[in-house]
């Protein structure tokens, strides 16, 4: 079988590219290869509206479940609502869109063991020819950094009565703190409907499913909601990297090979959203002159490694919140943060902090004990496990 693109993987960011091509290149055939049943998995990825430029916002409209003008967060002592733009898509709108772009292109229920830049060999045994592959099949155990994580298992609810949450609360950390900052995640998808996930930033990427399932069911109970049923669930651990080198990530994956989404660093350090980047990777992608892997991966390899360089102060906190704060303190470093001027917080989000917006937020007494704050400063990057 041949093709002239090859996406390994069907999740988000490989997602975005096969309907970018099938937008803008339609004369191209797009194979996408996913060893699951379904594309996208069990899913929401979410963006704040200034994370993206008007025509990335314009094109992913059709796949946005939910939109709304505002979110709350609320930490022991600070409650506040900020306004900005703030959308969530779901797997449950991504997998219709890419069955309809990709038709027979798309080959679902059997994964890959080998994936060259010219193609790769299926777990079956089939052979497949591109002249541009891109693997996307999510963060592979990284060598390249130390990371921390930030785990969930999320839960969408039908109530028995209307929620009244009229805007999504981004984080409840109001909650007991064990093991980590933990918080509680919840968007209201319809009037009686809403995906409430348990979250917590922990130094390990372990799930205890029942427990979360648990913990999410006594959340909506203490708050009076009475559940009719579970439409489906969730779970992940995303990296939080703390410190490395981009160039040992590379260096680890097969040569020559394009990734794509998180499998190549795309991501934001500190929140683990991914949406945005995999936006802009679709758009980039689909615009090039030729399509074949030697310009996909010089493309993929800049931005993974501009990325990286941009995000070293996020890193920075990411220290200052594991490495710096006692486990069951750290939500303090997240109230004071939440504090700041809004459109801070919005460029925080979007990752593009100024320098004025830095030293404000390292301004000021920290919420964590100051000789541990200062060590987490000075730590030299390092390759962990590579020379």
Same mark, same amino acid.
């Given at each position: 079988?041949?093709?002239?693109v090859?996406?390994?993987?069907?999740?988000?960011?490989?997602?975005?590219?096969?309907?970018?091509?099938?937008?803008?290149r339609?004369?191209?055939?797009?194979?996408?290869?996913?060893?699951?049943?379904?594309?996208?998995?069990?899913?929401?990825?979410?963006?704040?509206?200034?994370?993206?430029?008007?025509?990335?916002?314009?094109?992913?409209?059709?796949?946005?479940?939910?939109?709304?003008?505002?979110?709350?967060?609320?930490?022991?002592? +600070?409650?506040?609502?900020?306004?900005?733009?703030?959308?969530? +898509?779901?797997?449950?709108?991504? %997998?219709?869109?890419?069955?309809?772009?990709?038709?027979?292109?798309a +080959?679902?229920?059997?994964?890959?063991?080998?994936?060259?830049?010219?193609?790769?060999?299926?777990?079956?045994?089939?052979?497949? &020819?591109? !002249?541009?592959?891109?693997?996307?099949?999510?963060?592979?155990p990284?060598?390249?950094?130390?990371?921390?994580f930030?785990?969930?298992?999320?839960?969408?609810?039908?109530?028995?009565?209307?929620?009244?949450?009229?805007?999504?609360?981004?984080?409840?950390?109001?909650?007991?703190?064990?093991?980590?900052?933990?918080?509680?995640?919840? #968007?209201?998808?319809?009037?009686?409907?809403?995906?409430?996930?348990?979250? #917590?930033?922990?130094?390990?990427?372990?799930?205890?499913?029942?427990?979360?399932?648990?913990?999410?069911?006594?959340?909506?109970?203490?708050?009076?909601? !009475?559940?009719?049923?579970? !439409?489906? &669930? %969730?779970?992940?651990?995303?990296?939080?990297?703390?410190?490395?080198?981009?160039?040992?990530?590379?260096?680890?994956?097969?040569?020559?090979?394009?990734?794509?989404?998180?499998?190549?660093? #795309?991501?934001?350090?500190?929140?683990?959203y991914?949406?945005?980047?995999?936006?802009?990777?679709?758009?980039?992608?689909?615009?090039?002159?030729?399509?074949?892997?030697?310009?996909?991966?010089?493309?993929?390899?800049?931005?993974?490694?501009?990325?990286?360089?941009?995000?070293?102060?996020?890193?920075?906190?990411?220290?200052?919140?594991?490495?710096?704060?006692?486990?069951?303190?750290?939500?303090?470093?997240?109230?004071?943060?939440?504090?700041?001027?809004?459109?801070?917080?919005?460029?925080?989000?979007?990752?593009? +902090?100024?320098?004025?917006?830095?030293?404000?937020?390292?301004?000021?007494?920290?919420?964590?004990?100051l000789?541990?704050?200062?060590?987490?400063?000075?730590?030299?990057?390092v390759?962990?496990?590579?020379?």
């Amino acid at each position: 079988m041949r093709a002239d693109v090859l996406l390994v993987g069907g999740g988000l960011a490989n997602g975005l590219i096969a309907l970018r091509l099938r937008a803008l290149r339609p004369e191209l055939r797009v194979v996408l290869v996913e060893r699951e049943a379904r594309l996208g998995g069990s899913h929401t990825w979410s963006y704040h509206t200034g994370d993206l430029d008007a025509a990335q916002r314009a094109w992913l409209e059709p796949l946005v479940l939910r939109s709304w003008p505002c979110y709350d967060v609320r930490f022991p002592g +600070l409650e506040r609502r900020l306004a900005g733009g703030y959308h969530a +898509l779901t797997s449950e709108a991504l %997998e219709p869109a890419l069955r309809q772009a990709l038709g027979d292109g798309a +080959l679902l229920g059997c994964g890959a063991r080998d994936v060259r830049p010219d193609g790769a060999t299926l777990d079956d045994g089939r052979e497949l &020819e591109a !002249r541009c592959v891109v693997d996307g099949r999510g963060f592979a155990p990284a060598r390249f950094m130390n990371a921390a994580f930030q785990k969930f298992l999320g839960l969408e609810l039908e109530l028995a009565a209307d929620h009244g949450l009229a805007a999504p609360l981004l984080m409840d950390a109001t909650v007991p703190q064990a093991g980590g900052f933990r918080f509680v995640y919840v #968007l209201p998808l319809g009037p009686r409907t809403a995906l409430v996930e348990d979250t #917590l930033y922990a130094d390990d990427p372990a799930l205890d499913p029942a427990a979360l399932r648990d913990s999410v069911r006594g959340w909506a109970q203490a708050r009076g909601w !009475r559940v009719a049923r579970v !439409r489906r &669930e %969730e779970r992940g651990a995303l990296p939080i990297p703390l410190e490395g080198r981009i160039d040992a990530l590379w260096a680890a994956l097969p040569a020559g090979v394009p990734c794509a989404g998180v499998r190549a660093g #795309l991501f934001h350090a500190t929140t683990g959203y991914s949406l945005p980047h995999a936006a802009r990777l679709a758009d980039r992608l689909a615009a090039l002159p030729t399509l074949d892997s030697a310009s996909v991966y010089a493309l993929v390899r800049g931005l993974s490694e501009r990325c990286w360089a941009g995000q070293g102060f996020f890193r920075l906190l990411n220290r200052m919140l594991f490495r710096a704060a006692v486990p069951g303190e750290r939500w303090r470093v997240l109230a004071r943060f939440h504090r700041l001027p809004a459109p801070l917080i919005q460029r925080f989000y979007a990752g593009r +902090l100024t320098f004025l917006d830095r030293a404000r937020i390292l301004t000021g007494r920290p919420p964590v004990p100051l000789l541990r704050a200062a060590r987490s400063v000075l730590e030299r990057p390092v390759a962990a496990g590579l020379a």
